[in-house]
Structure formats: C-alpha cells, structure tokens
C-alpha cells in the first residue's frame, strides 16, 4: 500500500498542473493575439513606408509652377475654336487680336489649314474661362494699347 504522502503529493502535483496549464493558455491566448496585431501593424507601416516613397519621388518629379506652364499640354480642336469664338460673340479679327496673330491665322486654323503653335494654343486655352463681357473688355484694352499717339508739331 502506498505511503499517504506520495498520494497526497502526486494528487497536488497533478491539480497545480492543471491549474497552471489552465492559467498558461490564456496567456498563451494573448499573446498569440498580440503577435498576429503586431505583424498587421507592420505591414500597415511597410505599405505607409512604400506610400510615402512613391508620394515623394511624385513631389520631386513634379515641375514647378512656371515649368507647369511650359509642359502642360493643350488640345486644338479646329471646330472648337469656331465654337469658342461663335461663344464670345467676336469675328475673326477681334479673336485674333485676344490671341496675339493675325485674322489670317484664326481663319486658317479653323478651316484646318494650319496648326498654331503650342505658346498660341496656350493663349487659347487661356481664353476657353473667358465670358463675352471679359472679352470684350480685353479687347478694348488691346485697343487702347495699340492705338497710335498723336504727334503734336
């Protein structure tokens, strides 16, 4: 017959380990948790870090303000001019003096006979925002700049 202690003794080992094992998993349980929270927020950190880099290299290739101007590109239409130009309400001559060239020219551009270069194509998307007061105002001032000084003798 087994001595009373080693009983007692084996029967304490065994509900201590089940009690520990009971206590462990649970913290096993949170831990396995926190490691599943901290690989997503390092992937979360590694595609914010990718984010950023390509948001830079977008920064450092972008041109400036002046160098916008200069690359932007327009699209000429010749019926869009005609359109644009039955919108303002202006002959040919009076859009051409909006533009900086000659009646000739806006003709040959809306009949497809010619293309205007790309600083004319810029003038005339500078005027597509324009309303028929505004461009006539600009046309009375271009008057005004053009008009010939009297000499007094």
């Known amino acids: 017959m087994p001595n009373i202690g080693a009983v007692l003794k084996q029967e304490i080992a065994r509900l201590s380990r089940r009690e520990?094992?009971?206590?462990?998993?649970?913290?096993?349980?949170a831990s396995a948790q926190y490691r599943r929270h901290i690989a997503a927020l390092r992937r979360q950190v590694a595609a914010l870090e990718r984010q950023l880099a390509m948001l830079s290299r977008r920064v450092q290739q972008a041109p400036t303000d002046s160098q916008s101007e200069t690359r932007t590109k327009f699209r000429f239409v010749a019926k869009g001019l005609r359109s644009q130009r039955a919108r303002l309400g202006l002959s040919a001559g009076e859009y051409a003096k909006l533009v900086g060239v000659s009646a000739q020219s806006i003709y040959n551009?809306?009949?497809?006979?010619?293309?205007?270069?790309?600083a004319q194509v810029a003038a005339i998307a500078r005027l597509r925002g324009i309303g028929k007061r505004e461009a006539r105002t600009q046309l009375g001032n271009a008057k005004a700049k053009r008009a010939p000084r009297s000499?007094?003798?």
């Open 151 to 153: 000499r007094r003798r």
């Open 20 to 29: 520990i094992r009971s206590e462990v998993q649970a913290t096993r349980k």
């Open 109 to 118: 551009w809306e009949h497809g006979h010619a293309v205007p270069r790309p």
